[in-house]
């Protein structure tokens, strides 16, 4: 997650403010002890004040006024104690209540506004190739479900020429929650319409016709590199065997050597890229995201497939299971701190560049880089990791 979906998302639960509070009302009506009327219109206002104070940090506005907006939470509550209308149990309920139903909305609206959810693969960088010289532009990745296969020559052959050839396809078969859940598009034999698609593409970018008859009416003038999104298996054998590259995510240093051994035979210059999400802090500052954003990702088929492949089947099972049951709390508390840790990419600027090197010592070759922090503090964070 980007620092500008953390803002979107914000944004979205300053919006949803009112659902968050009125579902933990609702909650701690059929499940906790009756209180008196002051009491529970406190807890109102509590919890309308600290939804507020969350939106507005993750929103881009700062600690200092997330901060200044959640004092108001503490004076409510310090009124309740001098009053001694509530005892601790019922306060402490009712916030457990507050905390998961922001967990429910949050996760619902990253559901509709998350990573697939941003701008398309290839508009951003139209603009990137007008605004740079140097830099490689690649999209990471794009579906083929989602698009034909000759409007991915049609995008892939323009953006080549307009960046003189800087440009990298990455395609693959994205998930099924993103295809059949959000696009209402049957998700079947993934690795099957890969493979197709690559079958169309590889004549018709390179100036020929398709079996289907589609030729560009101008060959591109640049060869445009295709790179697979790929976990495991039957994938990673036919990027190796088609592409020139494989393009891999959420993956744990420990799982790497499995992914590698799949990369044997690769033709020279075969590049291995990886999506590495950088959360600056220490465990008590990123753990609630971080075991958010695992539980929400590893749960979905593909990656829960995937994290079996490597051996973990036995550490993500209670995590995995509590998500099909529909209680994310649960699902992210289950989620293994030690294979969280071993994915993502924590600390100061110093630890997450060694991190990362372990993972290029590893067989990583083009690391793709994901800052997760405030807007105000993306700049200083993409500075700090930049090779020395």
């Known amino acids: 997650m980007e620092a500008g979906e953390l803002s979107r998302l914000g944004l979205e639960l300053s919006a949803r403010t009112d659902e968050v509070v009125a579902r933990m009302m609702q909650r701690s009506a059929r499940s906790s002890k009756t209180l008196a009327k002051v009491v529970e219109e406190s807890f109102h206002d509590v919890g309308t004040v600290s939804t507020v104070a969350v939106a507005r940090w993750m929103s881009g506005e700062g600690e200092a006024v997330a901060r200044e907006v959640g004092q108001e939470s503490w004076r409510i509550f310090a009124q309740l104690a001098s009053q001694q209308e509530a005892a601790l149990n019922e306060v402490t309920k009712r916030c457990l209540r507050w905390r998961d139903c922001t967990l429910e909305v949050l996760d619902e609206s990253a559901a509709e506004l998350g990573l697939a959810a941003g701008p398309d693969g290839f508009t951003p960088l139209a603009l990137s190739a007008a605004w740079t010289e140097r830099a490689r532009l690649g999209t990471g990745i794009v579906g083929v479900f989602q698009r034909g296969p000759a409007l991915l020559a049609q995008e892939a052959a323009a953006l080549a020429d307009a960046s003189n050839g800087r440009f990298v396809l990455g395609i693959g078969s994205s ?75 959420f993956l744990p240093l420990s799982g790497l050597p499995k992914v590698t051994a799949q990369l044997e035979g690769a033709p020279t210059g075969f590049e291995l890229l990886c999506r590495f999400f950088c959360i600056p802090g220490e465990r008590e500052q990123v753990e609630p995201l971080a075991r958010f954003m695992f539980s929400s990702y590893v749960t979905v088929p593909v990656y829960a497939d995937f994290y079996r492949w490597m051996g973990f089947g036995e550490q993500i099972g209670p995590m995995v299971e509590a998500w099909e049951a529909g209680d994310r709390q649960a699902a992210a508390a289950a989620a293994p701190w030690e294979l969280i840790e071993d994915m993502f990419i924590f600390g100061n600027p110093e630890q997450m560049k060694q991190r990362l090197g372990e993972f290029v010592a590893g067989g990583i070759t083009l690391p793709i880089l994901t800052p997760i922090t405030t807007p105000d503090k993306l700049g200083e964070t993409i500075e700090a990791l930049a090779p020395s």
């Open 175 to 249: 998930s099924d929650r993103i295809v059949e859940g959000w696009n209402g598009i049957p998700f079947e034999r993934p690795l099957s319409k890969v493979r197709e698609t690559l079958d169309f593409l590889d004549p018709v970018l390179g100036g020929e016709r398709s079996e289907t008859g589609f030729k560009l009416e101008t060959a591109p003038r640049f060869e445009v590199p295709i790179v697979l999104a790929a976990l495991r298996g039957k994938m990673l054998e036919l990027a190796v065997e088609r592409a020139a590259g494989a393009f891999t995510n």
